[in-house]
């Protein structure tokens, strides 16, 4: 007897158990998408989603009021929700859990109009003049200013040079500037360039004036005389390079002078010119113990020429002396 009571004991406290567990108490579902107080644009249409903690759902949809509760079963996910005008639509969820309703957090979300359509883009402005400065004739080492007008609907310039014949492989940017200086023309023939007029459509490209560089005679270089007894140092960039030194003869009567290379890393050439850069018979030019003499008649002056195979300096002792030849010491 004891046996049986001790088993019915056993089994009432199983039944209590289970029916204890069956009975926990579930939480109300959340609401996880969409984000609350998100925003979409009028006429797109959205989900709302919820976690999963019931086997039924209503659910109620705010659009200017709460509509009615709509049987959803179960449904984690309300698809096809929109607004065709600005305002807010709200969403709730009521799942049943443990033989009563729960309610879950309300999301908003915000429908707005569309922004208007943007306006259409600029036209493509029209190629820009391009002028330059100073006129024909032009020397190598002159300074070259290119300028141009501003065509309208322009934002942006770009300048490209032309170097002998050759194009630069880029455009450079020069912002809303209508003027830029080229000063490095030493070594150049010719020189030429091209402005573009750009904006978020395109560009327009201005004509291409062609600047041909003349190389300046001896006379236009307004060289200072050399000096006796002083000494003088320069440099070739290589073997396209000239550089000229000024000698003058104030006096009534012929006179000699010298030259005497103390430095050479140019590998220098030096010959005497006339003021036009020819050279002639009677400019005499004699190479004597490592030093260069000529004559020089009265009043007149000569250009001593100095040409290198490759870049480097040099530096030279200039004397006068009254023989001719040279014969002398210094």
Same mark, same amino acid.
Request: proline content about 6%.
């Given at each position: 007897?004891?046996?049986?009571?001790?088993?019915?004991?056993?089994?009432?406290?199983?039944?209590?158990?289970?029916?204890?567990?069956?009975?926990?108490?579930?939480?109300a579902?959340?609401?996880?998408?969409?984000?609350?107080?998100?925003?979409?644009?009028?006429?797109?249409?959205?989900?709302?989603?919820?976690?999963?903690?019931?086997?039924?759902?209503y659910i109620?949809?705010?659009? !200017? %009021?709460?509509?009615? &509760?709509?049987?959803? =079963?179960?449904?984690?996910? #309300?698809?096809?929700? $929109?607004?065709? /005008?600005?305002?807010?639509?709200?969403?709730?969820?009521?799942?049943?859990?443990?033989?009563?309703?729960?309610?879950?957090?309300v999301?908003?979300?915000?429908?707005?109009?569309?922004?208007?359509?943007?306006?259409?883009?600029?036209?493509?402005?029209?190629?820009p003049?391009?002028n330059?400065?100073?006129?024909?004739?032009?020397?190598?080492?002159?300074?070259?200013?290119?300028?141009?007008?501003?065509?309208?609907?322009?934002?942006?310039?770009?300048i490209?040079?032309?170097?002998?014949?050759?194009? !630069? %492989?880029?455009?450079? &940017?020069?912002?809303? =500037?209508?003027?830029?200086? #080229?000063?490095?023309? $030493?070594?150049? /023939?010719?020189?030429?360039?091209?402005?573009?007029?750009?904006?978020?459509?395109?560009?327009?490209?201005?004509?291409?004036?062609?600047?041909?560089?003349?190389?300046?005679?001896?006379?236009?270089?307004?060289?200072?005389?050399?000096?006796?007894?002083?000494?003088?140092?320069?440099?070739?960039?290589?073997?396209?390079?000239?550089?000229?030194?000024?000698?003058t003869?104030?006096?009534?009567?012929?006179?000699?002078?010298?030259?005497?290379?103390?430095?050479?890393?140019?590998?220098?050439?030096?010959?005497?010119?006339?003021?036009?850069?020819?050279?002639?018979?009677?400019?005499?030019?004699?190479?004597?113990?490592?030093?260069?003499?000529?004559?020089?008649?009265?009043?007149?002056?000569?250009?001593?020429?100095?040409?290198?195979?490759?870049?480097?300096?040099?530096?030279?002792?200039?004397?006068r002396?009254?023989?001719?030849?040279?014969?002398?010491?210094?």
């Amino acid at each position: 007897m004891k046996n049986i009571k001790t088993k019915i004991k056993v089994i009432l406290l199983a039944v209590v158990l289970t029916l204890s567990g069956a009975s926990q108490a579930r939480a109300a579902t959340t609401i996880f998408s969409p984000a609350n107080y998100a925003t979409y644009t009028v006429g797109a249409n959205i989900s709302f989603s919820w976690y999963d903690t019931s086997d039924y759902y209503y659910i109620s949809i705010w659009n !200017d %009021s709460w509509g009615a &509760w709509q049987d959803w =079963g179960n449904q984690t996910d #309300f698809t096809g929700v $929109t607004r065709n /005008n600005e305002g807010y639509i709200g969403t709730q969820v009521a799942s049943w859990e443990n033989n009563q309703w729960e309610y879950s957090n309300v999301v908003w979300v915000w429908f707005q109009n569309p922004p208007p359509p943007p306006p259409p883009p600029p036209p493509v402005p029209g190629g820009p003049t391009l002028n330059r400065a100073p006129n024909d004739p032009v020397y190598q080492g002159d300074a070259v200013n290119f300028s141009w007008d501003y065509p309208a609907n322009t934002t942006d310039f770009y300048i490209i040079y032309r170097r002998n014949g050759v194009w !630069d %492989s880029s455009w450079t &940017w020069v912002g809303t =500037g209508q003027s830029q200086n #080229f000063s490095n023309t $030493t070594s150049l /023939n010719d020189l030429s360039a091209q402005v573009a007029a750009c904006n978020v459509s395109g560009c327009g490209y201005s004509n291409q004036p062609v600047i041909t560089l003349l190389v300046k005679t001896p006379s236009q270089l307004n060289l200072t005389p050399l000096t006796s007894g002083n000494s003088y140092s320069d440099s070739l960039s290589g073997s396209s390079d000239i550089k000229y030194n000024k000698v003058t003869n104030t006096t009534n009567s012929d006179q000699t002078y010298t030259i005497r290379l103390t430095t050479d890393t140019a590998n220098t050439t030096v010959s005497l010119v006339d003021a036009n850069g020819n050279s002639s018979a009677s400019d005499n030019l004699i190479f004597n113990q490592g030093r260069i003499a000529f004559k020089i008649s009265a009043v007149s002056e000569r250009y001593l020429k100095f040409t290198g195979t490759q870049a480097g300096s040099y530096t030279f002792v200039f004397n006068r002396f009254r023989l001719f030849p040279y014969l002398e010491a210094p």
